[in-house]
C-alpha cells in the first residue's frame, strides 16, 4: 500500500446548502503528485472511516488538493466528522490520487453529466477538455440552486456557453430531457456521468436504449445502495498462490475474512465503488454487488470486489 500523504487544510468554506469546499495543501518542504481530471484521494478521516472525494479543481499551482463534501444524513461518520470536527489549519491523512474515472484521450465530443455532488470530478474534467480545447458538453442536474456547488464559477468559466443547468424547482423549459441531451451514438463520442445512483442510472438506460455501448459510458459512483443480506450463505476462497482455504461466514465479508486470516488486502470504501480491494478470480463465479466494474467485466467473472461481492458456487479460486 502507498504511503499516506500528511496534508493541511489551508481552507474550509461554504459552497452550497450542505456542502463545504477542502483546500488541502502540503506540509513545508513536501510536494503532493499531480493528478488528472477524473481523480480521487482518500481522506482518513480523523477518528473515522476511510472515505473517497473526487478532486474538483485542476488549479494553476498543482500543490493544492480540493475537495467538495456533502454532510450526507446516513453518514457512517465520514461527512459528518470532516464538516464538523475537521477546521482551517489541521493536518489530515490522505492517499495519492487515483484515478478510474479518467477522460478518453481520443474522443472527439464528450457529454458530461453531473447530478449534485457528482459535480466533483466532472468539473474538473471540463475544466481539463476546456484547456486542451476538445469539444464537450456539461449538464449538471440539481434540485434546487441552493444545494447545488460551483454554479457560478461554471456561468464565469471561459466555457460557460457548454454548461446546461438543469433544476428540479425551475421551469420546465430548462429540465433535463435525458433524450436528446444524450442524441444518438456517435464516433469519438463518449459520455461521462456521476451522481446519486438513481440519477446515473436513468441517464445510462435512457443511452442505451438510444443504442449507446458500454465501452462509450463511463460513470462514477459514490456510494452504493443497501444490499439485502438476508439470503447470504458461507463460502470457501482458495488461495492459489499459498494453498490456504479461508472461509467466509454468512455473517461476514469476504474481505474481512481474508484480512481475519492474516492476507494482506487493500481495503477503502468497503461498498464495491472505488476498485481498491479488487481480487482477480481463477476459478468459481462470483456474486458481483459492485458498482465498479462495468456489465461486460462482471459478465467475465475473472475478478470480483471482496469488500462487497461473495460467491455463487461453494468455493471461489483467487490469485492470493
Request: proline letters at 6%; charged letters at 20%.
Amino acid at each position: 500500500m502507498d504511503p499516506l500523504l500528511q496534508v493541511r487544510v489551508a481552507a474550509k468554506r461554504p459552497v452550497a446548502d450542505g456542502i463545504a469546499a477542502f483546500e488541502l495543501a502540503p506540509l513545508a518542504g513536501e510536494r503532493l503528485p499531480v493528478f488528472e481530471a477524473g481523480a480521487h484521494i482518500d481522506v482518513h478521516v480523523p477518528d473515522g472511516p476511510v472515505r473517497q472525494y473526487s478532486l474538483y479543481d485542476l488549479p494553476d499551482d498543482p500543490q493544492r488538493y480540493r475537495i467538495g463534501v456533502l454532510r450526507d444524513p446516513q453518514s457512517r461518520g465520514g461527512s459528518a466528522k470532516l464538516l464538523d470536527a475537521v477546521q482551517e489549519g489541521d493536518v489530515i491523512s490522505v492517499s495519492a490520487p487515483r484515478n478510474h474515472f479518467a477522460l478518453e484521450r481520443d474522443a472527439r465530443h464528450s457529454i458530461l453529466f453531473a447530478g449534485g455532488i457528482g459535480i466533483t470530478p466532472i468539473l474538473s474534467m471540463a475544466q481539463q477538455l476546456a484547456r486542451e480545447q476538445r469539444s464537450f458538453d456539461l449538464h449538471y442536474c440539481g434540485r434546487s440552486l441552493s444545494r447545488m456547488a460551483f454554479v457560478e464559477p461554471l456561468r464565469r468559466s471561459g466555457f460557460a456557453a457548454q454548461v446546461h443547468v438543469h433544476v428540479d424547482d425551475g421551469a420546465a423549459s430548462q429540465q433535463l430531457q435525458a433524450r436528446r441531451s444524450i442524441g444518438r451514438p456517435a464516433p469519438g463520442t463518449h459520455l461521462y456521468v456521476c451522481g446519486p445512483t438513481g440519477f446515473m442510472a436513468h441517464v445510462l438506460e435512457t443511452a442505451r436504449a438510444l443504442g449507446w455501448d458500454d465501452a462509450h459510458l463511463h460513470r462514477e459512483y459514490f456510494a452504493a445502495a443497501p444490499v439485502d443480506h438476508s439470503a447470504d450463505g458461507p463460502f470457501e476462497l482458495a488461495l492459489a498462490r499459498s494453498g490456504a482455504v479461508v472461509r467466509v461466514g454468512a455473517d461476514q465479508s469476504a474481505a474481512q475474512a481474508l484480512l481475519d486470516a492474516g492476507v494482506g488486502l487493500s481495503l477503502s470504501c468497503e461498498q464495491g465503488v472505488c476498485g481498491t480491494c479488487m481480487t482477480r478470480v481463477m476459478d468459481g463465479v462470483p456474486d458481483h454487488r459492485d458498482l465498479y466494474l462495468t456489465d461486460a467485466e462482471h459478465a467475465r467473472n475473472d475478478c470480483f470486489m471482496p469488500c462487497c461481492s461473495r460467491s455463487r458456487t461453494p468455493r471461489l479460486v483467487l490469485d492470493l
